[in-house]
């Protein structure tokens, strides 16, 4: 019999995220990573443009990360967090205290961006409960994406992802993302709705999965103010955003008037383990401090506080925290401008939009539609096929790179996505 390849071993057995598994072609199978680049069984490398699904923030297999995780795993694995606490859960709370909005006083984790969503969320319901107040209704945003459990989904952007559940979901009011047009009605609607919400939640300055569809800080304050003004809480859901990945630490940094919730993934652990952080004023959690045991909040996950993912996170956080990392992220950012005014305007392009380390890149759809509809596989193809890994949104490619990105590594990708515009 022959030995099978480790993509062919996949496929008898795997069911891939976000994937038809009928039509699919082969996985990649990846075996080793090193600074922004994965690298194959049979030796090709990918130099990775969006961070491995935007988590990977410091590049792969990073010796720094890798060193603080190894002496973890020798110390404590992990341990029961209810009744028990450990050395690095609390280093990674304070550390993050430090940085995020001082308005923000407690760390709840939990295990990923969705289940941050999901205890922000039920953190709010159950803030108007305990007080015997009937608030029950979320506002979101059109084209938000806050994760695929069934809290993060009913919050997030009615979809074909959530169609199939779609009776299922709880109800949450849409509205688009502010503009100089849409302020004022914005406005207006939350002045006369507000009180049947308990939470309005937004990912600060750019919705990622809905296609990188950018807005300006200045109209999500008003929003932001408006809230509360009707005692709304704003949850921040800055699972993409946060840690340097719009140019500050956090978007919400750009604003303000501060959330009284954050949620974390993605980038926290530097994309080593998978670790999800729910934050909050010292307000909300008072309103969980009672003799009625009843108004505690429920919530918890085995793997609460894994010591081995807070251990990841602390030293991605000191990695963070670096100023050759900030000097990085800069550099990115200018980088990325003058590609965007090189390339603006250019026929086949709709839009080309950036905010911080991430630059989007709008193809036009116009003309026939069969062609258009095979656009996002052909792309992907072609630059996979150059080496780069970057998956467009249908038809919006964008690049959210590793901040250990060389100038040259982007200038490469830059020449392929302007060879992609005149061939694909
Ligand atoms: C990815 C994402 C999530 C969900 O995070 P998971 O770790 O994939 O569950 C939530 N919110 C935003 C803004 C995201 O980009």
């Known amino acids: 019999m022959a030995v099978q390849g480790l993509s062919e ?19 990649v199978p990846i075996v080793r990573g090193e600074g922004p680049y994965l690298i194959a069984e ?27 995780v190894s002496a973890q795993l020798r110390t404590l694995e992990h341990a029961i967090f209810a009744g ?8 990674l709370a304070e550390g993050l205290l430090r940085i995020l909005p001082p308005n923000q006083s407690r760390i709840f984790y939990s295990d990923n961006g969705s289940t941050a ?3 922000a969320l039920k953190m709010c319901f159950q803030y108007w409960s305990n007080r015997g107040e009937e608030r029950t209704k979320v506002l979101a945003f059109r084209n938000s994406y806050h994760g695929d459990t069934f809290g993060a989904m009913a919050v997030s952007a009615r979809s074909a992802f959530t169609a199939p559940f779609e009776n299922l979901l709880f109800g949450v009011e849409y509205i688009d993302t502010p503009c100089p047009a849409n302020i004022a009605g914005l406005k207006a609607f939350i002045a006369e709705h507000g009180s049947s919400f308990s939470s309005f939640i937004y ?9 990188m569809l950018m807005y300006e800080a200045q109209y999500l304050d008003e929003l932001i103010a408006a809230c509360r003004e009707q005692r709304i809480f704003a949850i921040a ?43 909050c004023t010292a307000e909300i959690y008072e309103a969980f401090l009672s003799d009625d045991r009843l108004k505690t909040l429920f919530h918890g996950h085995s793997f609460t506080a894994n010591p081995v993912a807070c251990a990841a996170a602390l030293a991605s956080l000191d990695l963070t925290m670096q100023p050759a990392t ?54 992907y193809n072609f630059f996979l096929e150059a080496g780069i890994i970057l998956r467009p949104l249908g038809n919006i490619v964008y690049i959210l790179p590793p901040y250990c990105i060389s100038n040259e590594q982007l200038a490469y990708v830059y020449s392929k996505i302007e060879q992609a515009l005149e061939e694909i």
């Open 117 to 119: 969503v999901e205890v």
């Open 326 to 379: 900030m000097e990085n992220i800069s550099r990115i950012m200018d980088s990325h401008a003058r590609f965007a005014a090189r390339i603006k305007g250019h026929p086949r392009l709709k839009d080309v939009r950036q905010t911080g380390t991430i630059i989007a890149f709008e193809w036009e759809t116009a003309g026939d539609s069969s062609y258009f509809s095979s656009l996002r596989d052909r792309l």
């Open 237 to 279: 859901d800055e699972v993409m955003t946060g840690f340097g990945r719009t140019g500050k630490l956090f978007a919400s940094e750009y604003l303000r008037n501060q959330p009284d919730i954050v949620c974390l993934s993605k980038g926290l652990t530097g994309g080593t383990m998978a670790l999800g952080v729910t934050s």
């Open 42 to 68: 049979d030796g090709k490398k990918y130099l990775d443009a969006v961070s491995s699904w935007w988590v990977n923030i410091h590049g792969h297999a990073h010796p720094y990360i890798a060193e603080k």
């Open 9 to 27: 071993r996949d496929q008898a057995v795997i069911w891939h995220p976000y994937t038809q598994m009928k039509s699919a072609p082969a996985p």
């Open 84 to 91: 028990f606490t450990h050395p690095v859960a609390v280093d």
């Open 203 to 211: 990912e600060p300055l750019i919705q990622g999965s809905g296609g």
